[in-house]
């Protein structure tokens, strides 16, 4: 068992920054591919970022690619989103998952490989 908690969203304007984490208890956390997730009202939660058990392989959607970057921290437990150059249309509510494998270098876009989350902490970017 992981238990995901994400802190760090807020009100931010076009062009600011912030910092999204994830601490996680239970299980090793190194033993998890972690990713982050977003969900805008009335559309389907989308894949924003991965990053893998040892932190050396990256995946980012093309929307966010440049501007946000995940990094664990294993030695906290903690995996972090920072957002940069933000978007009004980065507004949603944002959620990090835990995908348990045993590849070192695995990452996913898939949410359905990804079996704990967190309860979301919403990111709202006016213009």
């Known amino acids: 068992q992981v238990q995901l908690v994400e802190s760090g969203g807020g009100l931010v304007q076009a062009g600011g920054s912030l910092r999204l984490s994830c601490a996680a208890s239970g299980r090793t956390f190194s033993s998890y591919v972690m990713g982050w997730f977003r969900q805008a009202p009335g559309k389907e939660r989308e894949f924003v970022a991965a990053v893998s058990r040892t932190g050396v392989r990256t995946d980012y959607a093309d929307s966010v690619k440049g501007r946000f970057t995940i990094s664990p921290d294993n030695a906290k437990n903690t995996v972090y989103l920072q957002m940069n150059s933000l978007k009004p249309e980065d507004t949603a509510v944002y959620s990090c998952?835990?995908?348990?494998?045993?590849?070192?270098?695995?990452?996913?876009?898939?949410?359905?490989?990804?079996?704990?989350w967190g309860q979301g902490t919403q990111v709202t970017v006016s213009s």
């Open positions: 998952a835990a995908a348990g494998t045993r590849l070192l270098t695995y990452v996913t876009r898939a949410s359905d490989e990804y079996t704990y």
